[in-house]
Each structure stands twice: as C-alpha cells, then as structure tokens.
C-alpha cells in the first residue's frame, strides 16, 4: 500500500469497527493526531525530495491546496471504488469526504 494511502485507510477500518463509546473521544483524538503527524512527515519527505522540481509549489499554502486537492480526490476514488465494489463501506467513503470538505 503507497504510503500515502495509510491514513485513509486507517480512517476507514476506524468506521469499520468503531471503537466502544467509552473510547471513542480518546480515539478520535489519537487518529487524528497520529493522521496529522503521518501527513506532515509525508509531505515534508515529498518536499525535500522534489524541491529541485519547479514544476511544484514553493509556498506552504500552495503545498496545502494541492494536498488537500490530492487528498479529496482520492477521497472520491474510494467512494467510487466503493460504490462499485463495496456498498457497505458508502456511508464510511460519504463520512470521510465531507469530512475533508468541512462539513
């Protein structure tokens, strides 16, 4: 599995197998710490690996915007994937793009 696709993946075996209610806010907490932590030492490996290309941005709100442009894509991809292969996973893929839409 790209390591880029680790944080999804962990997002969707959490809707999966939800945790009991009890832990639910601790692990929330965790998953999205440990997502941000993952995303940033991705990006900041891409970044240093690439920063001779002048094709990619150079701004920090430029690298944010094709992320999260990356990130929504691969969102619809699942969805998409989903919808074809694995309807029970839809509610999880619809959870996960408004998610990263803001809503």
């Known amino acids: 599995m790209p390591t880029c696709r680790i944080p999804r ?7 999966l197998s939800p945790p009991r209610a009890e832990d639910a806010a601790a692990v929330d907490l965790w998953a999205g710490r440990w ?21 990619l941005p150079v701004a920090d709100e430029e690298w944010i915007a094709l992320l999260d442009a ?28 408004l998610e990263l839409l803001g809503r």
């Open 9 to 15: 993946s962990l997002e969707s075996s959490l809707s």
């Open 35 to 55: 997502f941000l932590g993952v995303a940033a030492g991705f990006l900041a490996g891409y970044r240093e690996a690439t920063e001779a290309n002048d094709c």
């Open 70 to 97: 990356f990130r929504i894509q691969e969102a619809l991809d699942d969805l998409t994937l989903d919808l074809r292969n694995e309807p029970a996973r839809v509610s999880s893929s619809i959870r996960g793009l």
